[in-house]
């Protein structure tokens, strides 16, 4: 049937649509063209790099956290079938990785990378947008490369990297609330910094920047507004936080355990406010400063060295009071407690990145606007230095970014922690093993519930809770114990390691009593001998005859006599 001169001329619309789209899609600028150029090459050295901590075993975090995304996934309760001291956002973030990657430790690491380039790339473009697309590239290179900094824990798969994740969507959103005044955007960027909060505790600051950037971008533009604008923005964005809120309370609610998250994450948090003091948590901070910049000093210093020129006049104010506030609220999310441990650090990362961005946006603006430098390529070599100096810091680093040795990255990073132990001898279980042998760990190491795929017959399964000076804790040992012997685990692994449990002084030796009783039921059939400083020796059956441990830590593994 002939086509009419309507439907014609409807093709020809759609066409011309289609043609334009296109030639907005391949007319970018240089700068863009550049950026995007090395971006994408970019994503193709995180997928280099990091696919190389595919088989890297968990620290005692890592594992409890994906344990418990597994375990939401089979329909057990938060706070009462497994708890944390966290909002529930963390176990729903876990049980979504692990729910589309597996439940394997390559699975796991597999999905923290997509993570990573996702905040990468939401960083990225919210830098692009802020500055411009060359400075967009100074913030990528910056989180990709600061965020695999061994020492805030960067090639792990610890909840701060979904903090980062949800605040880099944040300042994604934010970047859009400058340029545009549709209301979509406040509560995008609510939406996004409620998730960091409900993530971890921590981004509850996070969260606050947000809503304190909404008041200060109002009030230092040079265009005057309507106070009701304001108000409106401030509701809406609001609202995008106490939503997230709302709707993870209300899930915790419908599955009939809401008293015992106020429980976990409220009254057990306290007990520990002033556990350490500020001249004692001074030091550590100083320590991890150290430990953290020691190789990466080049991309602190860069971004840090923005502060000096964000006061400069050709800085807008509204910019200038955004990146001193979320500098600030980024640094404030590693205070809480004074430990200062490294994978707190990851949660500065975002504003770390941002700021980078900004220092070559300042640099440029000023030497251009204040100082008469009109060079045309300024930009351009900048942005060759800073690549120059970033692939010399790879090369510097070429053993930890392409070949790593996992023992070695383990102990210099958490010295003697048995993190290397826990996977050997979870994977001499798993060979010798049925899937409905059972399984108990005495000792802080719950990844071994993860790596063998097998259940703790207890809700408590990170064990230094049971051990700690808590008012609850005898109720909890003599729960463990009854759990313990009605399930009657097949293997029984007991760390006799002073951190892996984790014991508190003037807590009751109940559990450790009972041990020594109940293990009359099994049969010693492994041994780890870790001695600091050296490779630890395995022993296993035969080999226990004559096997003597030179350490005082030492794991012992158990099978139940028939």
Same mark, same amino acid.
């Given at each position: 049937?002939?086509?009419?001169?309507?439907?014609?001329?409807?093709?020809?619309?759609?066409?011309?649509?289609?043609?334009?789209?296109?030639?907005?899609?391949?007319?970018?600028?240089?700068?863009?063209?550049?950026?995007?150029?090395?971006?994408?090459?970019?994503?193709?050295?995180?997928?280099?790099?990091?696919?190389?901590?595919?088989?890297?075993?968990?620290?005692?975090?890592?594992?409890?956290? +994906?344990?418990?995304g597994?375990? /939401?996934?089979? $329909?057990? *309760?938060?706070?009462? =079938? #497994? @708890?944390?001291? !966290?909002?529930?956002?963390i176990?729903?973030?876990?049980?979504?990785?692990?729910?589309?990657?597996?439940?394997?430790?390559?699975?796991?690491?597999?999905?923290?990378?997509?993570?990573?380039?996702?905040?990468?790339?939401?960083?990225?473009?919210?830098?692009?947008?802020?500055?411009?697309?060359?400075?967009?590239?100074?913030?990528?290179?910056?989180?990709?490369?600061?965020?695999?900094?061994?020492?805030?824990?960067?090639?792990?798969?610890?909840?701060?990297?979904?903090?980062?994740?949800?605040?880099?969507?944040?300042?994604?959103?934010?970047?859009?609330?400058?340029?545009?005044?549709h209301?979509?955007?406040?509560?995008?960027?609510?939406?996004?910094f409620?998730?960091a909060?409900?993530?971890k505790? +921590?981004?509850m600051?996070?969260? /606050?920047?947000? $809503?304190? *950037?909404?008041?200060? =971008? #109002? @009030?230092?533009? !040079?265009?005057?507004?309507?106070?009701?604008?304001?108000?409106?923005?401030?509701?809406?964005?609001?609202?995008?936080?106490?939503?997230?809120?709302?709707?993870?309370?209300?899930?915790?609610?419908?599955?009939?355990?809401?008293?015992?998250?106020?429980?976990?994450?409220?009254?057990?948090?306290?007990?520990?406010?002033?556990?350490?003091?500020?001249?004692?948590?001074?030091?550590?901070?100083?320590?991890m400063?150290?430990?953290?910049t020691?190789?990466?000093?080049?991309?602190?210093?860069?971004?840090?060295?923005?502060?000096?020129?964000?006061?400069?006049?050709?800085?807008?104010?509204?910019?200038?009071?955004?990146?001193?506030?979320?500098?600030?609220?980024?640094?404030?999310?590693?205070?809480?407690?004074?430990?200062?441990?490294?994978?707190?650090?990851?949660?500065?990362?975002?504003?770390?990145?941002?700021?980078?961005?900004?220092?070559?946006?300042?640099?440029?603006?000023?030497?251009?606007?204040?100082?008469?430098?009109?060079?045309?390529?300024?930009?351009?070599?900048?942005?060759?230095?800073?690549?120059?100096?970033?692939?010399?810091?790879?090369?510097?680093?070429?053993?930890?970014?392409?070949?790593?040795?996992?023992?070695?990255?383990?102990?210099?990073?958490?010295?003697?922690?048995?993190?290397?132990?826990?996977?050997?001898?979870?994977?001499?279980?798993?060979?010798?093993?049925?899937?409905?042998?059972?399984?108990?760990?005495?000792?802080?190491?719950?990844?071994?519930?993860?790596?063998?795929?097998?259940?703790?017959?207890s809700?408590?399964?990170?064990f230094?809770?049971?051990?700690?000076?808590?008012?609850?804790?005898?109720?909890?040992?003599?729960?463990?114990?009854?759990?313990?012997?009605?399930?009657?685990?097949?293997?029984?692994?007991?760390?006799?390691?002073?951190?892996?449990?984790?014991?508190?002084?003037?807590?009751?030796?109940?559990?450790?009593?009972?041990y020594?009783?109940?293990?009359?039921?099994?049969?010693?059939?492994?041994?780890?001998?870790?001695?600091?400083?050296?490779?630890?020796?395995?022993?296993?059956?035969?080999?226990l005859?004559?096997?003597?441990?030179?350490?005082?830590?030492?794991?012992?593994?158990?099978?139940?006599?028939?």
């Open positions: 049937m002939a086509k009419t001169t309507n439907d014609k001329s409807k093709d020809a619309t759609a066409t011309a649509a289609q043609a334009g789209g296109l030639k907005k899609y391949f007319n970018l600028t240089q700068d863009e063209k550049i950026s995007y150029s090395i971006v994408l090459a970019l994503v193709f050295l995180i997928v280099l790099i990091r696919s190389k901590f595919y088989e890297i075993p968990f620290e005692r975090d890592e594992g409890a956290y +994906s344990y418990y597994k375990l /939401l996934l089979e $329909g057990k *309760v938060p706070y009462k =079938d #497994f @708890y944390e001291q !966290k909002f529930p956002g176990f729903y973030f876990f049980a979504m990785i692990v729910a589309i990657f597996g439940d394997t430790v390559k699975g796991m690491h597999m999905g923290f990378m997509v993570v990573n380039i996702l905040t990468m790339l939401f960083l990225f473009f919210a830098s692009k947008r802020l500055f411009s697309p060359l400075a967009g590239v100074i913030t990528a290179v910056t989180f990709s490369i600061v965020s695999l900094t061994p020492g805030l824990s960067g090639f792990t798969v610890q909840g701060e990297h979904a903090v980062a994740f949800f605040t880099s969507i944040g300042l994604f959103f934010y970047s859009y609330t400058v340029t545009h005044k209301w979509k955007y406040s509560l995008l960027m609510g939406l996004a409620g998730c909060f409900m993530t505790t +921590s981004g600051f996070l969260a /606050l920047w947000g $809503g304190i *950037v909404t008041i200060t =971008d #109002f @009030y230092f533009t !040079k265009e005057k507004r309507p106070f009701k604008e304001l108000l409106i923005k401030g509701l809406i964005y609001s609202a995008g936080v106490l939503f997230v809120i709302g709707f993870m309370f209300s899930l915790i609610l419908l599955k009939g355990s809401f008293n015992e998250m106020l429980f976990w994450t409220l009254e057990i948090p306290q007990k520990y406010v002033n556990k350490i003091q500020w001249e004692q948590g001074k030091t550590y901070l100083d320590y400063y150290k430990a953290i020691a190789d990466y000093k080049f991309f602190w210093a860069h971004a840090f060295f923005a502060l000096i020129f964000i006061f400069f006049k050709n800085i807008k104010g509204t910019t200038r009071v955004a990146m001193l506030t979320l500098l600030g609220f980024s640094c404030i999310t590693i205070f809480p407690g004074y430990y200062f441990y490294g994978h707190y650090w990851i949660q500065i990362l975002p504003g770390l990145s941002i700021l980078a961005g900004f220092m070559f946006f300042a640099i440029n603006t000023t030497l251009s606007n204040r100082f008469g430098i009109k060079w045309s390529k300024l930009p351009y070599a900048y942005l060759a230095i800073f690549i120059v100096v970033s692939f010399m810091h790879l090369n510097k680093k070429k053993d930890y970014y392409f070949n790593p040795n996992y023992d070695r990255i383990l102990r210099s990073v958490y010295g003697n922690n048995p993190f290397p132990e826990a996977m050997g001898i979870s994977n001499y279980i798993n060979a010798n093993s049925k899937p409905e042998d059972g399984i108990v760990v005495m000792g802080s190491e719950p990844q071994i519930y993860f790596y063998t795929k097998k259940k703790c017959p809700r408590h399964a990170y230094a809770a049971i051990v700690d000076n808590v008012p609850e804790h005898k109720q909890w040992q003599r729960e463990f114990v009854a759990d313990v012997e009605k399930a009657a685990p097949k293997y029984f692994v007991f760390f006799n390691h002073q951190i892996s449990l984790f014991v508190q002084p003037g807590t009751d030796q109940y559990v450790f009593e009972w020594n009783k109940y293990i009359q039921n099994y049969n010693l059939i492994g041994c780890v001998d870790m001695v600091d400083g050296y490779a630890s020796t395995y022993a296993w059956k035969e080999q005859a004559n096997f003597k441990p030179q350490s005082q830590s030492v794991v012992y593994i158990y099978e139940r006599k028939p």
